[in-house]
C-alpha cells in the first residue's frame, strides 16, 4: 500500500506539496491518504484534498484510505464545512464523531458541489445573506460589496460550468490572519478536475501559439488577454471582471491550471505572478484572498 501524507498545513500555499505525491501512482495500487497530523486546512486545502482523493481513484481504479486528523479541532472543523459528504463519495474512511469546531472563523459557504447551473443559482442565494454580515462586520465593506461579491461567486462556479465540463466545488471562509497580516482575510476557492483552461482553449487559440502552446499561455491568454473559447465576444469574460473587482479590493486573485499557475499579486503578498512546471493535476483551481479594510484604506 502506497501511503501519502497530508501536510501539517494544507491551505493555497501548500497544496502542490500534496498533488507531487500523485506520482508514481500505479493502476490497481491501493493507497492511504493520511491526513492524521494536520493541523491547519482553507478552502483551498479542502478542494485540493478531495480532488486529489478523486484523481487517485480515478488513476488506480480504487477508493484511496483516508485516515481522518487526529485534531479533534481540525476534525471537527472540516465536519462543520461539509467536507466528510463529498469525501465519502471518492474515499474510504470511518466518519469521524462530530466534534469541536475551529475556533475564530466564519463560515460564509460549506463545501459545495458545483454540476448544474442551478447550483450556482443556490450557491449565491445561501451567501447573500451571509455575505452581507461577513462583508460588512469583519472585512468593513460598504453594502454595495455585497452584490459584486455574489457576482464573483456567480462567476467563479459558472467557470466550472463553462470551461471544465465536469463537476466541481467552492467553499469560502475568513479567517483572522492576526499574526501574518494583522486583519481578516476572506478565502474564496473553486476547483474541478476537467479540461483545464488548456483543454478548453485549444481549438480556438491554440495554432496562434504553435509550439508555445502550454498550460502557462493557456492561462495567460485567458488571465490577462481574455481570450476565451466562445466564438461571440464578450462571452466568457468572468475572470476579466473577477480580476478588475479583485484589485479594486486589494486582493489576490489566482488560478491554477495543468503545470501552471497565474495570480494578480498585490503589495501585501508575495506569491510569483506566473509558475511553471508545478505538479501535473487536472482541471482548474480559483483562489480569491479579500482582506479586510483598513480606517486608512478610505
Request: aromatic residues 6%; proline residues 5%.
Amino acid at each position: 500500500m502506497k501511503v501519502i501524507e497530508v501536510p501539517e498545513t494544507l491551505d493555497y500555499r501548500s497544496g502542490d506539496r500534496l498533488v507531487e505525491a500523485l506520482d508514481g501512482v500505479e493502476s490497481e495500487q491501493r493507497c492511504l491518504l493520511s491526513a492524521r497530523h494536520l493541523r491547519w486546512i482553507d478552502p483551498v486545502g479542502m478542494i485540493t484534498l478531495l480532488g486529489v482523493g478523486r484523481e487517485l481513484k480515478r488513476r488506480t481504479g480504487v477508493a484511496a484510505l483516508f485516515q481522518a486528523p487526529e485534531s479533534g479541532q481540525v476534525s471537527g472543523y472540516l465536519g462543520r464545512m461539509g467536507f466528510y459528504q463529498p469525501a465519502g463519495e471518492v474515499m474510504d474512511f470511518e466518519a469521524p464523531r462530530r466534534r469541536g469546531g475551529a475556533g475564530d472563523s466564519d463560515v460564509l459557504l460549506e463545501l459545495t458541489r458545483i454540476g448544474e447551473n442551478h447550483d450556482v443559482h443556490a450557491v449565491v442565494e445561501r451567501v447573500q445573506e451571509r455575505a452581507g454580515a461577513i462583508l460588512s462586520r469583519t472585512l468593513r465593506y460598504p453594502p454595495s460589496a455585497v452584490i459584486q461579491f455574489a457576482v464573483i461567486l456567480s462567476e467563479v462556479c459558472q467557470n466550472v460550468l463553462e470551461h471544465a465540463e465536469a463537476p466541481g466545488w467552492v467553499a469560502a471562509q475568513s479567517y483572522n490572519w492576526s499574526r501574518r497580516l494583522g486583519r481578516h482575510v476572506l478565502i474564496l476557492a473553486v476547483g474541478d478536475l476537467g479540461r483545464g483552461f488548456r483543454g478548453s482553449l485549444a481549438s480556438r487559440h491554440s495554432g496562434r501559439f504553435g509550439e508555445r502552446w502550454s498550460d502557462a499561455t493557456a492561462l495567460e491568454a485567458a488571465f490577462i488577454h481574455g481570450l476565451t473559447r466562445f466564438p461571440d465576444q464578450g462571452r466568457g469574460q468572468g475572470i476579466q471582471q473577477m480580476r478588475k473587482q479583485v484589485r479594486r479590493w486589494d486582493g489576490v486573485i489566482s488560478v491554477r491550471s495543468g503545470t501552471a499557475r497565474i495570480a494578480d499579486v498585490p503589495d501585501w503578498e508575495d506569491l510569483p505572478p506566473l509558475e511553471q512546471d508545478l505538479p501535473m493535476f487536472p482541471g482548474a483551481q480559483i483562489t480569491i484572498l479579500l482582506p479586510e479594510r483598513l480606517p486608512e484604506d478610505g
